[in-house]
T-cell receptor, first 113, second 114 residues
Framework: QKEVEQDPGPLSVPEGAIVSLNCTYSNSAFQYFMWYRQYSRKGPELLMYTYSSGNKEDGRFTAQVDKSSKYISLFIRDSQPSDSATYLCAMKGITGGGNKLTFGTGTQLKVEL | DAGITQSPRHKVTETGTPVTLRCHQTENHRYMYWYRQDPGHGLRLIHYSYGVKDTDKGEVSDGYSVSRSKTEDFLLTLESATSSQTSVYFC?????????????FGPGTRLTVL
């Protein structure tokens, strides 16, 4: 079983919809949680970064962490066609050399007009 | 792409040949990383560096070696390429390696081994 599980999709939604993307994990040592967005044939770009449990909001994006359930979410409000991309969750613990990240496999999102 | 370039961007090679991929950064960040990305596996760490001449293995290091002789350059070498090394390779950089440190990714190199 992988340390981080993420539904690969594809997820197709109409423009303006609220999108919910999720990851589950098994390693209770993970303390830092990230969401990256990756457009086709591009490198991942950091979208959201949260520490421990709670919510963090940035414009149309909200990241949510529930450490008791080992579950993280990314919500996108008023989704736009430009949000069409693959969304990768990533996480890491406090200790451990090299700032190593463990990634989910990514969820492909398509926002249709 | 946060001052990160990768070269070449595309490469087709034959099984058994050596291949070197280059990552160059202009951010003066201490940490550099090499990942590979494959369908169904996501991003997996191959090797990373925490300073000039300081490197360590990641999750999928077999068949790969790295070198870092300057802060700005991190090389990934496939000594004898195999078809299983066909992948997209990403370089990443980060500043401090501490908990709040974040990684920034380059544009990727698409490698095909025939």
């Amino acid at each position: 079983q992988k340390e981080v599980e993420q539904d690969p999709g594809p997820l197709s939604v109409p423009e303006g919809a609220i999108v919910s993307l999720n990851c589950t994990y098994s390693n209770s040592a993970f303390q830092y949680f990230m969401w990256y967005r990756q457009y086709s044939r591009k490198g991942p770009e950091l979208l959201m970064y949260t520490y421990s449990s709670g919510n963090k909001e940035d414009g149309r994006f909200t990241a949510q962490v529930d450490k008791s359930s080992k579950y993280i979410s990314l919500f996108i409000r008023d989704s736009q066609p430009s949000d069409s991309a693959t969304y990768l969750c990533a996480m890491k613990g406090i200790t451990g050399g090299g700032n190593k990240l463990t990634f989910g496999t990514g969820t492909q999102l398509k926002v249709e007009l | 792409d946060a001052g990160i370039t990768q070269s070449p961007r595309h490469k087709v090679t034959e099984t058994g040949t050596p291949v070197t991929l280059r990552c160059h950064q202009t951010e003066n960040h201490r940490y550099m990383y090499w990942y590979r990305q494959d369908p169904g596996h996501g991003l997996r760490l191959i090797h990373y560096s925490y300073g000039v001449k300081d490197t360590d293995k990641g999750e999928v290091s077999d068949g790969y070696s790295v070198s870092r002789s300057k802060t700005e350059d991190f090389l990934l070498t496939l000594e004898s390429a195999t078809s299983s090394q066909t992948s997209v390779y990403f370089c990443a950089i980060s500043d401090s390696g501490t908990g709040t440190d974040t990684q920034y990714f380059g544009p990727g190199t698409r490698l095909t081994v025939l």
